[in-house]
């Protein structure tokens, strides 16, 4: 599947622009390429009960579900700047649950999988081979 990297990464700061980030007055924002080549994006969303703040990420994957649900393809994270931004542990989490080993991420060193970003992840496997 041929990915538009400019296309995702637009994707992204567009949604990074309607982040509500008044806390730490870092905005983020999130896009990605869905099996069916739609795209979904998401921005950080805080809450004045600082730990509540929810990822750009956690929007992502609501969207993604929300309309329709698929597999990551690809997704692009960025900074207010519109440079690329590592998501966070937890995000790599649920990045691999929809994206799995072969999603790509626009890392801050180049486009990488799943697997090099989230290596011998945990996942769905793991609660059936361990029974
Ligand atoms: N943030 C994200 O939205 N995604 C990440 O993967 C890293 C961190 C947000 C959470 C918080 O609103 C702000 O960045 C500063 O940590």
Known sequence: MEIN???LRSAASAAMSKAYAPYSNFPVGVAGLVD?????T??????????????AECGLISSLISTGGGKLVAVA???????????????RQLLWEHGGP????????GIKSMTEILPDAFGAHDLTDRL
């Open 5 to 7: 990297w400019d296309e």
């Open 77 to 91: 994270c960025v900074d207010r700047h519109g440079n690329a931004l590592m998501p966070c542990g937890r995000c």
């Open 36 to 40: 069916d080549g739609r795209i979904v």
């Open 42 to 55: 998401g921005c950080n969303v805080e809450n004045a009960a600082y730990g509540v703040a929810l990822c």
């Open 102 to 109: 072969n999603c790509l991420l626009d890392s801050v060193s």
